[in-house]
């Protein structure tokens, strides 16, 4: 693996654990000599991840559209920023740039990403493993979620294994390279 795809939230959110948890996952990138791949931008977790990673030594890559360069702060010290036209190219060069993806607590932009993530593994779009690293129980009403959606039968039992979990993200970088753990 060379690289990995952080989605987390744009904003900064209310209990430090989440801060603590940012800043954590883009030490232990570094730490694995594994590149930050992200939304680019300068502010809340968004900001921690890219700060906390280039100051261990490593890379951080953002990848954002053009009509949010143009109205938001981006990240200054970025390795390199890629700028796509639309959205959708965004997304599409996220997963193009990136060998895993790890989702830490964020809000719709973060749920949003998640679940394209999600959904285009099961549709064997891309065979990458996903985590989600679930700080402080953040998850767990999505969890009550997609249990529901199981128990209901629109969501396939083998289908929740898709989603890789771990407790820290050391645990989760060592999850995604082998590809497995807990789910
Ligand atoms: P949210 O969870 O709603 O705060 O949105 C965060 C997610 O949306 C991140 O994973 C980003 O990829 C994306 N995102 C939000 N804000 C920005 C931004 N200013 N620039 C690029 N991506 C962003």
């Known amino acids: 693996m060379d690289a990995i795809c952080i989605f987390l939230g744009s904003s ?7 801060a603590r948890a940012a800043e954590e996952m883009g030490r232990e990138l570094a730490a694995h000599n594994l590149t930050c791949v992200y939304g680019g931008s300068n502010t809340g977790l968004m900001k921690l991840l890219a700060d906390s990673t280039l100051k261990a030594g490593g890379r951080v890559v953002g990848v954002t559209v053009q009509a949010l360069r143009d109205k938001e ?3 200054p010290g970025l390795t390199h920023l890629h700028v796509v036209p ?3 190219d965004r997304k599409t060069r996220m997963v193009a740039l990136s060998d895993g993806f790890v989702v830490l607590p ?3 932009g973060t749920f949003d990403e998640f679940f394209e993530i999600y ?4 549709l064997g779009f891309h065979s990458k493993p996903l985590g989600l690293l679930n700080i402080n129980n953040y998850f767990a009403p999505l969890d009550a979620l997609l249990d529901n959606a199981e128990k209901e039968g629109f969501l396939k039992s083998p289908h929740r294994d898709v989603i890789l979990r771990a407790d820290t993200p050391g645990e989760m970088i060592r999850c995604l ?5 807990k789910s």
Do not use: K, N, R
Request: one cysteine or more; charged letters at 5%.
């Open 119 to 122: 959904t285009l593994s099961i």
């Open 12 to 18: 900064p959110a209310a209990d430090p654990v989440y």
């Open 73 to 75: 702060i981006f990240h």
């Open 86 to 88: 639309t959205m959708h």
């Open 177 to 181: 390279q082998q590809a497995s753990c």
């Open 106 to 108: 964020g809000g719709i």
